[in-house]
């Protein structure tokens, strides 16, 4: 019992943990602010000019998601991250804040518009949010030269539409959207929707609020490619699909990250889910759980790392950043969160920790995993809020 | 003099309420921009997103005043006998129980929303009885399903209904009752005919304080419900921070903020009670 209520209690723990960090950070940064202003500086908020803003050091306080850098249960902490601190003195506040790009962008967007500070020198948020902030001018350019590590990034990630030449955002990690279910309740696995919205699941059935990885997978189930302009049409089928679900009482909740606390306690026996999140999951839970891409296709996304323009730490977040693209850190955290690692020659590092996952087609995948999953196509402004507005009214709100 | 007194208040409640609603209504009328960016909106003067958002959210709006009737109707029932109890029958127990009462204000809202969610979830040990005895199958949960909502909302808002109940009720002169059992009243008919409309003003008060926060709520939805258990809380909250389009959510609270008015006035007026509390 104590078992199954530990990891939840450990949740509450952390997120109280988590404020009174939080609050430390937002002292030692206004302690930075007020010695600034004493050596005669006259900018300090975030409208600072870039050579000012890169001057200023502190505390980098990063937003990203939960389960997603290497974390030791025992001692409590993130041991790259220390190892990070320790070596450089820079002082880093690390934060499981983002739970869903909607509902983050929406706390930090009247913040962002003002340019006041939002609290964060590090965002990690998904392809699309990411091109939302760098069209509306949110997201700093990073300083030439300042993450030299900057190379190691996968041919295939170095050039994407929403950042030419990777400007100001660098891939954190890489996943695939597909199925993650309990092995005890549900030995048999699960490989398709038919098997997911199966009756026997009915009510412990849980879906992403992220509308690119639900819709994505419905869409495939129906036979329509993501990844290409399929239509309005097409898409509001899929709604029709995931209602449907909703009214006959098969799921029980629309989730961000947070799935993850349902599977641990029983509440959700399936899920439409994030692969690495699952495996992790698995790990500190003697295997319970496992993962599979869809037989008719899943999503494959990538999360990436910004530096807002509220920052005025940039110099400091840009070494973090850097510290991550070095190989054998990367390896370090594929390792423990299990997503695809963006980084070259994490592959190698990685053979020394543990070959399986050097092997793992979750964290180095090869083409027959890459064939089996789609990236969701851009939508313009207009199918984003449609689309969006649908995708919450088939959740209820 | 006296309406200098006055100024603290009001210019809090010009900066903090009127101000806001100001905005909000300004809001309500707007309409995306031409550039269809999320988040940017021009003033257009639309009073008909109003009737559209009403249109589009009846059923939570429907099912927000219906959870919060049922749970201010429950909330009520359990109050009374508790509130009866703590005025006339503890003793020298009154103080704790009265802090007793008081006591989960201690802890945070969502902490303790959260933490029905673990006692009622599926592996949670009220299941786990349940289960034992054969009262429910082993397919039956308690959470995400609308009565983990109502009876989450019920247990929220029960100290807000208990507070102004045993107000009303310690209040009542000891001679008011023996004069009724002079008269050959019965325990029955004393209550029936003095106690309790004696107690109105508290049991109007409590009724309020527990219908109006939860024809609003939105966490106990959130956290105990499922997605056809949502109420108008959710969308307005799904609205403003998820798909960040303001001026549809300004639109529902403003009629959420109408809607509760109306009701409120019609339910004070009918009570026949001037005073609460």
Redesign the interface.
Known sequence: MTD??SP?TRA?IKAQLTRRRFLAGAGAVGATAVLAACGGATKESGSASESAAAEASGTVRWANWPAYLDFDSASKKYPSLETFIAASGIDVVYKEDVN?N??F???V?GQL?LNKDIGYDIVTLTDWMAG?WIR?GYAQEFDEGAIPNKENILPTLANVGFDPGRKSSLTWQSGFAGFGWNKELLPGGIKSLDQLFDK?N???IEVL?EMRDTMGIILQYQGVDPSQPFTEDQFMNAIAFLEKQ??D?M????KGNDYLEDMV???AVAVIGWSGDIFSLSNENDGKFDFAIPESGGTLWSDNTMIPTTSNNKKNAQAVINNYYDPAVAAQVAAYVNYVCPVVGAQAEMEKIDSKLANSPFIFPDDATLAKVRVFRPL???E??TF??AF?????? | MPYLLLLPGMLWLIIFFILPLVNLAETSTKT?AA?????EFIQTWRFANYLDAFK?YQP?FTRSFIYALLATLLALAIAYPLAYAIAFKSGKYKNILLILVIAPFFTSFL?RT?AWK?IL????PVVFVLRSLHLIGP?T?I??TSFAVVMGMTYNFLPFMTLPIYASLDRIDPRLLEASGDLYSNGVTTFRKVTFPLSMPGVVAGTLLTFIPAAGDYVNAAILG?????MIG??I?????????YPTAAALSFTLMATILILVTIYIRRSGTDELV
Request: without cysteine; hydrophobic residues 25%; aromatic residues 4%.
């Open positions: 199954k209520l939840e509450l869903d909607d509902e962008y929406g706390k967007q518009k939302r509306l026997k009915k009510g412990r609020s909703v009214a009482g799921i029980r909740q629309v306690n029983g509440d313009s402004p207009e984003e809020t969006a507005e919450a009214a088939a959740s209820g709100n | 995306r550039s269809q960016e999320t988040g589009e939570q902490l959260i673990q979830g599926a592996e949670g397919d949960t959470t995400a499922n997605p056809t258990t949502k959710n969308v909250d799904s609205r403003f921070f998820r798909i960040v389009d």
